[in-house]
């Protein structure tokens, strides 16, 4: 058998080829890279207008707690998690991060109070794994169901609302993190307003056998085009967002990969639930004390685009790396080449002049502050 042929395919899949789509792998699934109008076009008009992506290859899971106390099964996710998820609200989504003893990050997801059930959106890579660690250290307390008859798309740009308000209104009052079921082509929906490109917009969990009408729906709208992988990461980059597996990983902590905006105050030192995850002692103490490298946007000095993998260099002839870039590319909205990566924490603050190892030239780079594009979230 072919590796096409083993490769999965999302409930979209008739519906991207019949749009003409370019097909590639992707965390097993087979997905669309581009349409016929390219990435950069694609890229441009999320910006400006909306853009339709197929994320059906994540993983969507429900925690239910066996008690029937929502506060039980945030308390137990709690344990694996270095976020506040007890003091989540109903019908309201929070980024978190899995991590491991070591305090590197396993995943990265969201989670969202659904009222009687935690509702997870995983990494299609980590998915299978992720599933693993929830039901290896949850099921006494809580049931974990992965939700596999189900597809995910995201809505994404300035005009997403009004594109989406055509299908129902409800959607017209939410706010950024805010989630809800709603009603779309008579399917029911599970709608956040949130998404991976820094623009407004709303993620979709879609039953399966409801995608494709909903999609065919939206993408009717005069200002939504379908937008492939490829545009995707160009975006979530210029958004300054990590991709799991280049920006962050099982060897980068929280403080490292410059999220601890994501670790609220009652999970840090002093704070009433303080620890209690895996890594924590690493992770706290990095709060208090700072970490040895940070995360840091890049913006080359020439046209060159530096892509990830490059090593980083403080002097421009002589040395040993000092870091390395974890994503590069050109970023279409600021028409030039962008990276983030890994520096010394004295190399870190904005200004700070790098050089990146391109094809054996060292090409200058800059320290830049992200986002790369400035977000326009609905708040």
């Known amino acids: 058998m072919s590796e096409t042929a083993q490769l999965l395919k999302t409930p979209l899949f008739d519906l991207h080829l019949s749009l003409g789509a370019r097909m590639v792998s992707f965390a097993g699934y087979e997905m669309p890279v581009q349409y016929p109008t390219g990435v950069m076009k694609e890229h441009l008009h999320t910006r400006a207008a909306a853009g339709l992506f197929d994320v059906s290859h994540m993983g969507q899971v429900t925690i239910t707690p066996r008690s029937g106390d929502m506060r039980d099964a945030a308390l137990a996710l709690e344990t694996l998690v270095p976020v506040d ?16 003893p070591a305090g590197g990050i396993l995943d990265d997801l969201m989670v969202a109070h659904r009222g009687d059930h935690l509702f997870l959106v995983v990494n299609a890579a980590c998915k299978a794994e992720d599933i693993a660690h929830l039901t290896a250290n949850l099921s006494d307390r809580c049931e974990v169901a992965p939700l596999t008859d189900r597809a995910l798309i995201a809505l994404q740009g300035p005009k997403a609302e009004a594109a989406l308000s055509a299908l129902s209104t409800d959607v017209t009052a939410m706010r950024f993190m805010d989630i809800r079921a709603v009603q779309l082509c008579g399917a029911e929906c599970i709608v956040s307003r949130s998404g991976y490109t820094g623009e407004d917009g709303f993620e979709i969990s879609i039953p399966a056998d409801s995608a494709e009408a909903v999609a065919t729906a939206l993408l009717a709208h005069e200002k939504v ?15 300054g967002l990590c991709l799991y597996g280049n920006d962050i990983d099982t060897t ?70 000092v870091g390395a870039v974890t994503s590069g590319g050109f970023g279409p909205s600021v028409e030039g080449p962008i990276a983030m990566g890994y520096v010394p924490s004295r190399l870190a603050e904005s200004g700070t002049r790098l050089f990146a190892d391109v094809r054996g030239k060292r090409v200058p780079l800059m320290v830049t502050p992200l986002p790369f594009v400035a977000a326009n979230f609905k708040r």
């Open 85 to 100: 998820i007890a003091g989540l609200k109903e019908d309201r989504q929070r980024y978190a991060l899995f991590t491991n």
């Open 225 to 239: 085009e379908p937008i492939g992988l490829g545009a995707r990461d160009s975006l979530r980059l210029e958004a």
């Open 252 to 321: 980068t902590t929280p403080v490292e990969a410059a999220l601890e905006w994501a670790i609220q105050k009652i999970r840090r030192t002093g704070g009433e639930r303080a620890g209690g995850f895996p890594g924590a002692d690493t992770i706290l103490q990095q709060l208090t004390d700072g970490a040895s490298r940070r995360r840091v946007g890049l913006c080359p000095e020439t046209r060159t685009p530096v892509r990830g993998g490059a090593a980083l260099f403080a002097d421009e002839q002589a040395g040993s790396p």
